[in-house]
């Protein structure tokens, strides 16, 4: 299946940068296009680019990050819970080693799904093992956004997913409804990118098309989503503090 992305962020003629498609969906556009998309256009004034899970083979950024064009256009830091060949440092998204206000955006891109992997990907992830839906969610929780609050300038890109679990049942776990609001505390929500990149053999396909005599009344895959967010004001968050919250309970409750 042939995608299409949309604007590759390249300037038009009277120096404009397009947007990328709202739905992005195609064999042939890989995840690091995307990135490279998203930051271009919602934001061309960075400068320093914060992975804080970057991940031993870093799917996010290798196609173009190490490319001439761009080490001269950004400062790139990596990190991870464990040593890669692409982190800089060790660090727990938790608790982050980096100063107030000193990276400008932030790729976010944890294991967003409860099962295990038993390809290098499982460990070069930390994702060799199956984790329950709780732990999952851990990785979207309050803590983590008020560290990426305190140490960026400009905003945020994190990339999320639904997912069914267990895997062969129909309990559906929508992921933006608990993702939203612990973003909307602190950052403003510009645009929510849906990505799907049709692996040749995915989960959820191979059990529906194994098990395909049950038949399970749902969706054959799931979507992954990329959520654009800028950093806002402290003292927006304190006068519109009521605001916001009526906002959560009306469009998320």
């Known amino acids: 299946m042939e995608g299409d992305l949309g604007s590759k962020g390249e300037k038009t003629l009277d120096g404009r940068i397009l947007p990328p498609r709202s739905v992005i969906i195609g064999n042939d556009i890989d995840v690091s296009e995307v990135v490279k998309v998203l930051i271009k256009y919602y934001f061309p004034h960075a400068k320093v680019i914060y992975d804080p899970t970057c991940g031993e083979e870093n799917y996010q950024f290798n196609d173009w990050i190490l490319q001439e064009e761009y080490q001269k256009k950004y400062d790139y830091i990596a990190s991870d819970i464990k040593r890669t060949k692409w982190s800089m440092f060790q660090a727990d998204v938790f608790k982050l080693p980096l100063r107030d206000n000193s990276v400008d955006i932030i790729v976010y891109d944890p294991p967003y799904l409860p099962y295990s992997r038993t390809d290098s990907r499982g460990e070069d992830y930390d994702i060799a093992t199956i984790s329950s839906p709780l732990k999952i969610l851990e990785f979207y929780s309050g803590k983590i956004f008020k560290e990426f609050y305190r140490i960026c300038r400009q905003g945020i890109i994190v990339k999320c997913a639904d997912f069914?679990?267990?895997?062969?049942?129909?309990?559906?776990?929508?992921?933006?409804?608990?993702?939203?609001?612990?973003?909307?505390?602190?950052?403003?929500?510009v645009a929510i990118h849906i990505y799907r990149y049709f692996h040749q053999m995915?989960?959820?396909?191979?059990?529906?098309?194994?098990?395909?005599?049950?038949?399970h009344r749902r969706a054959f895959t799931v979507h992954s989503y990329y959520i654009v967010a800028y950093k806002r004001k402290l003292k927006m968050i304190e006068n519109k503090k009521e605001k916001v919250y009526q906002d959560l309970i009306t469009n998320y409750m």
Request: overall charge positive; some cysteine.
């Open 164 to 189: 069914y679990y267990p895997v062969n049942t129909n309990n559906f776990y929508p992921i933006l409804a608990y993702v939203c609001p612990k973003i909307m505390s602190l950052f403003k929500i």
């Open 202 to 215: 995915t989960t959820l396909l191979q059990y529906r098309l194994s098990k395909i005599t049950l038949k």
